[in-house]
């Protein structure tokens, strides 16, 4: 199982960015979804999380600018990140539940998953 972001880039303070990160492999199912963010000198926060029924919850400080969002057709997480600003600059992390199949066609419990990373640098 491998879960693949996409997306970040250099944009100016105002701007907007959408993150992609799209889960791949032997997947029985997803649970909750999610982004996180690591920033330099800090410590790995939590930015947005969406259950399988598409109920949302967002850090304080991008609530109303942030929508996160999936589509379980393609086992794809969405972070549409608007009004950016310079404290958003950071490396972002996917991170989903899995279930997967194993060889034996057994299925294992919830384990977490976590992508790459994609830098997110807001200039101002």
Known sequence: VQLQASG??????????????????SIFEIHNMG????????????????????????????????????DNAKNTVYLQMNHLK??????YYCT????????DSSVGPPRDHWGQGTQVTVSS
């Open 35 to 70: 982004w996180y963010r690591q920033a330099p000198g800090k410590q790995r926060e939590v930015v947005a999380s969406i259950t399988v029924g598409g109920i949302t919850n967002y850090a304080g400080s991008v609530k109303g600018r942030f929508t996160i969002s999936r």
């Open 8 to 25: 970040g880039g250099l944009v100016q303070a105002g701007g907007s960015l959408t993150l992609s990160c799209a889960a791949s492999g």
């Open 86 to 91: 310079p404290e958003d600059t950071a490396v």
């Open 96 to 103: 989903a539940q899995i279930r997967r199949y194993y060889d």
